[in-house]
């Protein structure tokens, strides 16, 4: 169903609420089952039903309305017997907002180097006991529903962007199509839980719109843009998404795949997208790195044993905002430097706000949309993070030249 | 027993004695001590044991919302280590400027939260014992970047700078579970005597007065007795001294027989109770404020603590153990609390099942969860404690729910199979 802004389908509603009439960037509002949420979005993960030590409810108060959990890690430990006598992933952790779970079949190709593809599904040895596994479309979504996640993807054949193989990419594009018919038809709750179909298609263009044509016909919910994340040159990243995007409905959700360097959101979502993931904000908090508008700063570094201010200047997470205002912890950088590598709290921090920057990045983008001025939050982000404008990424000049924003014009 | 009220302090601190043992004077009292600025906290009571000035695993925001402790001990060696390359700066916890919300220098570094009371040592808790040992001007602390020598001078000066509500002044101390023989131990009363003495005399001139709990030494009173009365005759009088810190809480019955004039001063104990029954030994000893480093221990190990106070009405069959190891796999699919009706703020949002997933994991959030629940554990037992003493016959009512403790628990904690989380 839909009207002239609103998508609804039995669990999801999709509102697009703005343009951006420069770029294709575009706000909305997501509702899921459980709650609403502001698009475009970046989705911390929770890889193992649990966000590097933060509790649900400090994620809870950075603003968090979507998580991931990953399947295969859930399907390990604690595995779908337990899922099933706890009653899902998000009574495990008490987590209260939504949960987007991938299908588990990235990891197993990523992480087990000896996985291997078949019509049937994902061949691998299992990391407890080296017996031989297999993980089908409908396996996939037998876990999912176990776990209970508010958006499900398909299982999909993941190959790396970069293969040269012609005809490896083509029978895993059409591998795909043809396992997102098999998850539609395994899905047990499509009243409750969301399936979004991933495009497939490597870097070629044409097979790209080919598998969106395709895709879209089956009518899922809500669209992700798959096989990003393997290393392509930032360029080809750009022109895939430039490329999909360009054939999506407006009234649908699109979700990049894997992808979470800030320049990356910013970009992206000039292109059209509205979802995001990646575990590099909360993993590289662990290597005491803060993400701040004007790049990423190591705290081990001596010069911020004395540094008495805030993890970043001007920022509003518990950490760093204002020690008068309520709810402020009052953290400086020597009191990360000092526990950075030493004690978890110090980890604990970061991720805390190193979370905060990036929903904050997406909450300050769609603001920008919705009073569109989008072209200008993009030039403002990048003059920012660059003293320097000949220092700016030419795939990022580029791309967004494309959706006509001239980053370096004065 | 008498219900009395009897007032110590100065501006900084009071300690009001609720309920005073009577007769002998070395038995569990009530009371309240409190600091200008900080969250008053009863006693007997204790207060939390940080690393490196952070409570393991739990960030400051969550020590205001989930841990209910009034006080955290903190050891200037975490603070002062010199990286190879940096020898010779200042520790930059001494040049961090106070701010509204964190008015000491310590709680700012730290950012712990303004109405936590602050202890402050030379040394961890338990310390690592040094092989360099202590000289006559100075302590050997263990730092992240190994041994060095710790002034009394600079450690006075780390008091003055960084404005605990609670300094205990440095003591001569092996930290080994050797007895020290007479000589050593008769050096080790001398040296702190003499310690004192300068500390006190540097600070009668000084703007920044610095509440001090002089150190009882874990040596038998006959060897410490001169050091002991100066305390009393010398200290007492002037006001400089505020309270005790108890490296053996055996002491006290000596302390109340010879020396009872420094009753009415607060005592904080510094030696680590093994067990919960270690616990109720020291306050039926009259400490009043204890440091509990197995909490620490056994959440790391994976435990959460599963004891009461008083214990439960109906005596088990067998004794019921202290705490339970949360990676037996019958907690995998367990949606009850950690422990019954606990009021912790892991139990309240979460069940057993999910520390069992995330111990299994390994991942941080197992640890932070075991850290509320096992402090919330802590501060409901010593809850019961002070209820009970507070009952009309208190003394009886509680030597009689220490006995009923006894029997109800297994002597010693069982082994954690938790490994610590990786980060
Ligand atoms: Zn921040
Ligand atoms: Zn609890």
């Known amino acids: ?410 | 027993m008498t219900v009395d009220t009897r007032e110590f302090g100065s501006a900084a601190m009071s300690f009001e004695i609720l309920r005073a043992a009577l007769g002998d004077g070395a038995a569990a009292r009530l009371g309240r001590l409190a600091f200008a600025g900080r969250r008053p906290i009863d006693t007997p009571n204790f207060i939390g044991i940080t690393s490196r000035g952070a409570i393991p695993h739990i960030t400051p925001d969550n020590v205001a919302r989930h841990l209910n402790v009034g006080g955290a001990y903190m050891a200037l060696e975490d603070f002062i280590e010199r990286p190879q390359q940096y020898s010779t700066r200042t520790p930059p916890i001494y040049e961090i400027p106070p701010t509204a919300k964190h008015q000491t220098r310590l709680h700012s570094f730290t950012a712990m939260p303004p109405s936590v009371t602050t202890v402050l040592g030379a040394r961890r808790l338990p310390a690592v014992a040094s092989p360099m040992g202590n000289t006559k001007s100075s302590v050997s602390v263990f730092t992240s970047t190994g041994f060095q020598a710790l002034t009394t001078a600079e450690y006075l000066a780390a008091a003055q700078s960084l404005q605990p509500d609670i300094a205990v002044p440095p003591a001569d101390l092996t930290h080994s579970p050797i007895t020290p023989n007479s000589k050593r131990a008769l050096r080790m009363a001398e040296r702190t005597d003499e310690w004192l003495e300068e500390w006190f005399s540097e600070l009668q001139d000084s703007p920044t007065p610095v509440t001090t709990f002089a150190p009882v030494l874990p040596i038998p009173y006959p060897i410490q007795w001169e050091y002991l009365s100066r305390l009393a005759e010398d200290y007492l009088p002037t006001a400089q001294l505020a309270g005790l810190a108890l490296y053996d809480p055996d002491l006290l019955p000596d302390l109340a027989s010879f020396v009872p004039a420094l009753l009415p001063l607060p005592r904080l104990s510094l030696s680590p109770p093994s067990t919960p029954h270690h616990i109720l030994n020291q306050i039926a000893l009259g400490i009043d404020l204890l440091t509990i480093p197995f909490i620490n221990t056994v959440s790391d190990a994976g435990l959460a603590l599963a004891f009461t106070f008083p214990p439960p009405t109906t005596p088990p069959n067998n004794p019921l153990p202290l705490a339970l190891d949360l990676t037996a796999p019958r907690f995998a699919t367990s949606l009850a609390p950690l422990t019954p009706h606990c009021p912790c703020g892991a139990c309240t949002t979460h069940h057993a099942a999910y520390i069992h997933h995330l111990l299994a994991a390994r991942e941080m959030l197992g640890w932070t969860l075991l850290q509320a629940h096992n402090h919330g554990v802590m501060a409901a037992f010593f809850a019961g404690v002070r209820a009970t003493l507070a009952q009309q016959d208190g003394a009886a009512a509680f030597a009689r729910a220490r006995g009923e403790f006894a029997r109800a628990y297994e002597a010693g904690f069982p082994l954690g199979m938790g490994e610590r989380p990786c980060f």
Request: charged share 20%; aromatic share 6%; with cysteine.
């Open chain 1, 1 to 410: 169903m839909a009207s002239n802004s609103t998508f609804t389908s039995p669990a999801l509603a999709f509102e697009l609420v703005a343009k951006c009439s420069t770029t294709r960037a575009r706000a909305s509002i997501l509702t899921l089952p459980h709650g609403t949420v502001n698009l475009p979005i970046f989705m911390p993960v929770a890889t193992q039903a649990s966000l590097k030590g933060l509790t649900p409810q400090q994620l809870e108060d950075t603003g968090c309305k979507l998580c991931l959990n990953n399947t295969y890690h859930l399907g390990l430990k604690p595995g779908q017997e337990v899922l099933d006598a706890v009653g899902g992933a998000h009574k495990l952790q008490g987590w209260s907002r939504n949960l987007l779970t991938d299908s588990g079949g990235f990891q197993m190709v990523s992480l087990l180097k000896l996985a291997n593809i078949t019509e049937e599904g994902v061949r691998f040895l299992s990391p407890h006991d080296g017996s031989p596994m297999l993980l089908t479309p409908e396996h996939s979504m037998s876990l999912q529903n176990s776990i209970g996640s508010d958006i499900m993807m398909q299982l999909d054949d993941v190959l790396v962007t970069t293969s040269p193989d012609k005809a490896r990419m083509r029978e895993a594009m059409e591998r795909s199509v043809r396992w997102l018919d098999r998850c539609i038809a395994a899905h047990k709750n499509p009243d409750r839980q969301n399936l979004f179909c991933i495009i497939q298609g490597g870097l070629d263009l044409e097979m790209r719109r080919e598998c969106c044509r395709e895709m879209l016909a089956r009518e899922t919910p809500g669209i992700a843009i798959g096989g990003l994340s393997g290393g392509e040159a930032k360029d080809d990243f750009c022109k895939v998404v430039a490329c999909c995007t360009e054939l999506l409905p407006d009234l649908k959700p699109r979700y990049v795949m894997g992808i979470g360097y800030p320049e990356d959101l910013v970009v992206s979502t000039a292109l059209g997208a509205d979802m995001f993931d990646c575990v590099w904000p909360t993993r590289t908090a662990r290597f005491g790195n803060a993400i701040t508008k004007h790049g990423v700063l190591n705290m081990k570094k001596e010069v911020y044993a004395a540094d008495f201010g805030p993890i970043e200047d001007g920022c509003g997470c518990p950490c760093c905002r204002p020690v008068d205002e309520e709810g402020s912890i009052g953290i400086t950088r020597a009191f990360v430097h000092h526990n950075a590598a030493k004690e978890t709290v110090a980890a604990h921090m970061l991720t805390l706000h190193n979370v905060w920057y990036q929903l904050n990045l997406m909450r300050e983008a769609r603001e920008a949309i919705i009073a569109d001025r989008y072209p200008v939050f993009v030039r403002e982000f990048f003059g920012n993070l660059y003293a320097d404008p000949s220092n700016y990424p030419s795939w990022a000049v580029d791309a967004l030249k494309g959706v006509g924003v001239d980053l370096l014009e004065t």
